[in-house]
T-cell receptor, first 115, second 111 residues
Framework: DVKVTQSSRYLVKRTGEKVFLECVQD?????MFWYRQDPGLGLRLIYF???????EKGDIPEGYSVSREKKERFSLILESASTNQTSMYLC??????????????FGPGTRLTVL | GEDVEQSLFLSVREGDSSVINCTYT??????LYWYKQEPGAGLQLLTY?????DMKQDQRLTVLLNKKDKHLSLRIADTQTGDSAIYFC???????????FGTGTRLQVTL
């Protein structure tokens, strides 16, 4: 069964802290994605990775970085958390080699609150 | 850039049909997707349509695609309380399997 897991469901951090959000997939997918979800704004892509050690900026990368040292793991890093980064963070993965069909598989999300 | 728009909220009575609409701007897509997000959960693929189709039916779900107007809709027949969720349409963007998601439509089903 397809599975994407995220390290925490809920996280509370203080302004200025360094925050790590971890995502692991067990489907041997090449592509991995980090989104944030805010009411009325839908899902916005922060970063994605199409291979180990490869990354590309999405639509809102400011204030974030990522790491992909192993194929199954994609980490999102908030170098210095700020209150405007309070949000729901969703990780997803997808395979390549399916032609133009590109279903993404999502984790359950991490609700991050920055105080 | 790519823009995908949806209305934010829809309320229907149990047993009625729901219609959720979506407009997109990237006309080169070969597949378009509908995802469902239940409360407290991530997104799950609900259905998809290939761009050379006008309509796809899957049990209670009907997807209509109007490529000329770049309009996609999802109809849920006999809506149940378990259909209460946020529904996102998604359109492929650029390369590397990226998707652009709409703002999401929250469907509320009342008794």
């Amino acid at each position: 069964d397809v599975k994407v897991t995220q390290s925490s469901r809920y996280l509370v951090k203080r302004t200025g802290e360094k925050v790590f959000l971890e995502c692991v997939q067990d489907m041997d997918h090449e592509n991995m994605f980090w989104y944030r979800q805010d009411p009325g704004l839908g899902l916005r892509l922060i970063y994605f990775s199409y291979d180990v050690k490869m990354k590309e900026k999405g639509d809102i990368p400011e204030g974030y970085s990522v790491s992909r040292e192993k194929k199954e793991r994609f980490s999102l890093i908030l170098e210095s958390a700020s209150t405007n980064q309070t949000s729901m963070y969703l990780c997803a993965s997808s395979p390549t080699g399916k032609g133009s069909y590109n279903e993404q598989f999502f984790g359950p999300g991490t609700r991050l609150t920055v105080l | 850039g790519e823009d995908v728009e949806q209305s934010l909220f829809l309320s229907v009575r149990e047993g009625d049909s729901s219609v959720i609409n979506c407009t997109y701007t990237d006309s080169s897509s070969t597949y378009l997707y509908w995802y469902k997000q239940e409360p407290g959960a991530g997104l799950q693929l609900l259905t998809y349509i290939f761009s050379n189709m006008d309509m796809k039916q899957d049990q209670r779900l009907t997807v209509l695609l109007n490529k000329k107007d770049k309009h996609l809709s999802l109809r849920i027949a006999d809506t149940q309380t378990g259909d209460s969720a946020i529904y996102f349409c998604a359109d492929p963007t650029g390369t590397a399997s990226k998707l652009t998601f709409g703002t999401g439509t929250r469907l509320q089903v009342t008794l």
